[in-house]
C-alpha cells in the first residue's frame, strides 16, 4: 500500500493496518491478518535498513530516505507486534511470522544503545548531532510500550526488555507531565 502515490511510509503500517487486524480478529478473517503480513514483510524489506535494523520513515519512487525518525519506528514496532498478537489470537503461523518476528527483534536489539542518558529518545534515534536533544516523546512511548508487549515474544530478553520499556515510559511520561 502506498501512503501516496510512489511513497511508502511506516505510517501507513500502523494506521492501516491497526484496523485491519482488530477487524480480522474480531470478525475471525485470516485473510485480513495474512494481508497486513505481507504490507509489514514489504514494508520491512524496503524500509529497514540491512546494516543498522532501524526503519526509515519513508521512501518515494522507490528510493528510501535514510531518516530514521522515532515515531516511524515506533509505528513500525508497534505494527509488527500488533500483527503477532492478531496472529496469536487466531491461531496463525503464515508465511510472513518468522520474519516480522526476527524484524521486531533486530529493531529492538538496535534501539536500546541509542537511547540517550536523559531516557528520551532524539526526533532521530540514530544520534543525528543536527537534532540532538529534540526530545521525542510520543515516539518514545511508542517504543516503551512496544519493548514490554515484545517480552512475549523474545524468552532469552523478556525480563531486559519488559524493565527497559517500563525504564523509556517513565522519562518520557516526566517530560510530558512537568513539562520539562
Not at 96 to 104: M, V
Not at 128 to 138: A, F, K
Request: glycine share 8%; proline share 1%; hydrophobic share 40%.
Amino acid at each position: 500500500l502506498e501512503h501516496w502515490r510512489g511513497s511508502v511510509w511506516a505510517d501507513t503500517c500502523y494506521m492501516m493496518g491497526s484496523y485491519y487486524l482488530n477487524l480480522g480478529v474480531a470478525e475471525n478473517r485470516a485473510n485480513y491478518i495474512g494481508f497486513v503480513g505481507k504490507q509489514l514483510s514489504a514494508h520491512t524489506e524496503l524500509l529497514q535498513h540491512r546494516e543498522i535494523k532501524l526503519y526509515a520513515h519513508g521512501s518515494y519512487e522507490g528510493k528510501t530516505l535514510w531518516n530514521l525518525w522515532g515515531r516511524g519506528n515506533a509505528w513500525m514496532a508497534l505494527s509488527c507486534i500488533e500483527y503477532l498478537d492478531a496472529c496469536e489470537a487466531l491461531s496463525i503461523r503464515d508465511e510472513n511470522y518468522s520474519h516480522i518476528l526476527e524484524a521486531l527483534r533486530n529493531q529492538l536489539q538496535a534501539l536500546a544503545p541509542l537511547l540517550p542518558d536523559y531516557g528520551i529518545w532524539d526526533v532521530l534515534v540514530d544520534r543525528q548531532i543536527e537534532n540532538r536533544g529534540v526530545l521525542e516523546t510520543s515516539a518514545t512511548a511508542g517504543l516503551g510500550s512496544a519493548y514490554i508487549r515484545a517480552a512475549r515474544y523474545d524468552s532469552s530478553n523478556s525480563e531486559i526488555w519488559r524493565n527497559f520499556g517500563k525504564r523509556v515510559i517513565a522519562s518520557a511520561l516526566t517530560i510530558i507531565v512537568t513539562g520539562k
